[in-house]
């Protein structure tokens, strides 16, 4: 099930009221209710996987309960072992089979030993997959070092695995944070639900107008890059940034609003990225749940930005290349993630990755002129990567940088896209001006009339109905 379907607008309101008008005198009932709407949200697509998650809710919250009964370190490390051998292989095996087999038949043929590629296997990425995998193991895993303690609810378990809002495209929850809120009683809440239903309304607005208009160019203009002047191809690149950013910002927003409509809070996942100074800001503000994952059970375990320039060094290209590799089982992703790791190792040596915080000090109306040079390079050195993330080969990134920077770069476009600049124009613009909110329409009451927010509200709404492009599937889906 879609979030911008009409599927999903009747799926809401339904499961809303009977969360809170008929399931809610009991915690036990409630959570079992959860779990059975996640379920057919996620079965919408197809019934099969329901299986999957399934079992692996259940290796995971007996893995759970079992390193509570056990001190001895050979078990609880075999117990540990158990979970990561079942959620890895059921992702590498789904996600990357595929790609191990062909590189595999390629490198015989490369040495002259050519032979029938009889290993590809015929199978469907579960949607989701690399989301709750993730999301399971850092249970496991913060169980397995005492960090928090095991749940012996299993309908409260098995309800934070697949809790719907963020099952397919995260946030990537800890079970710190959202776990122990199935085990708590849900009150509903006026003014939280309230700013739930603007966040959702903001992320319709990225998801709609920005992101589905933004594909109809990024499509055309990928697809056919040897008919496009090198300036179309540069626009063709931006309008990629922006598509991602407010396809699975979007997302998030929704699923975070969402969330709030049920009375549960979820991690922020999109910081207003574009507005960051330099590579290391980006990445503390770019899906944060699941940079701050490998930061968490991979970099620092790895020894972090500790030890000498080679480890270092090593500790970075091992991140992104990894998170690379988790977008997709192709050799661009691994390109854009060594790229990244380009990008952010000069600062990391000399110890410039955290100059830039926040800014929620920054009391000027506009950036000033360091600041918009440092956004535009980081914005530049973002959108060539996107480059990568984007093209459907190694060769096809590298021929779009090429004619994109030949002479004809400097000319016109001439794409007819004015309408679509004067948007993204207008959502950086209203971005820019709730930087140091969670959202573009978290309003205070206090400094806005009321008159003028529901104008807002109003306008986006029908720039919803009126100028929402051709419906799109949300990107990170394949993921």
Known sequence: MVFTSIDFAYFLPIVFFLYWFVFNRNLGIQNLFLIVASYIFYGWW???????????????FLVGIGLSKTCDPFRRKLLLLTSIIVNIGFLGFFKYFNFFAQNFVNAFSFFGHPFENTLML???????????????????????????????????????VSFFPQLVAGPIERAVNLLPQFNEKRIFQYEPAVNGMRQILWGLFKKIV?????????????????????????VGAVFFAFQIYGDFSGYSDIAIGTSRLFGFRLMRNFAFPY????????????????????????YIPMGGSRGNTFTKTRNIFVIFIVSGFWHGANWTFIAWGALN?????????????????????????????????QMGTTFFLTTLAWIFFRAESLGQALDYIGKMMSASLFSYPNLGCEKLVIGILFFLGMEWVQRKKDHGLEFDSSHLPRPFRWGIYYGIILSCIHFGGISQEFIYFQF
């Open 210 to 234: 920005i992101a589905d208009n933004c594909a109809l160019y990024v499509n055309e203009i990928f697809s056919n890059y040897h008919n496009y002047s090198g300036s179309a191809l540069a």
């Open 122 to 160: 015929n199978i469907i990425l579960p949607v989701g997959i690399s989301f709750y995998t993730f999301q399971t193991l850092s249970y496991t895993i913060d169980v397995y070092k005492n960090k928090i303690k095991p749940t012996d609810s299993w309908p409260a378990f098995f309800a934070f």
């Open 275 to 298: 507005f960051s100074r330099d590579i290391a800001e980006f990445w503390r503000r770019w899906h944060i749940s699941l940079s701050t994952w490998f930061r968490d059970y991979l």
């Open 46 to 60: 197809d019934w099969r996987f329901l299986f999957l998650i399934a079992f692996s809710s259940m290796v995971d």
């Open 341 to 373: 790791a380009l990008y952010f190792l000069p600062l990391m040596l000399m110890g410039k990755n955290r100059v830039h915080k926040d800014w929620s000090g920054s009391q000027r109306v506009l950036p000033n002129l360091k600041e918009l040079f």
